[in-house]
Nanobody, 123 residues
């Protein structure tokens, strides 16, 4: 059973930065795309970024361009989400997902999910 494990969340002041990590536990797992999503209390899950393992193409919604950077480290089979200039509205649970989606922003097309890591931004 493949599981994704996120780490790197925490409490940070507005203006700070965080780097979230996502790696599979258990057996080696090769998949097409890893995505990051977030969900704030009382809100729907929101697409943040995605990266393709083959070629490294990245995908961001317009609302996330500029402060969010997704990257991968092949040797560690790990995907990172760097967030700069954090704002209180970035407070949410951040989830990584993996699979072979035809549309990177569609959470329903991912087959594997982590448990999430909480990011809290204080003003």
């Amino acid at each position: 059973q493949v599981q994704l494990v996120e780490s790197g969340g925490g409490l940070v002041q507005a203006g700070g930065s965080l780097r979230l990590s996502c790696a599979p536990s258990g057996r080696t797992f090769k998949y097409g795309v890893t995505g990051w999503f977030r969900q704030a209390p009382g809100k729907e899950r929101e697409f943040v970024a995605a990266i393709a393992w083959s070629g490294g193409d990245t995908y961001y919604p317009d609302s996330m361009k500029g402060r969010f950077t997704i990257s991968r480290e092949n040797a560690r089979n790990t995907v990172y989400l760097q967030i700069h200039n954090l704002k209180p509205e970035d407070t949410a649970d951040y989830y990584c997902a993996a699979g072979w989606p035809s549309t990177a922003s569609d959470s329903q097309q991912y087959g594997y999910w982590g448990q999430g890591t909480q990011v809290t931004v204080s003003s």
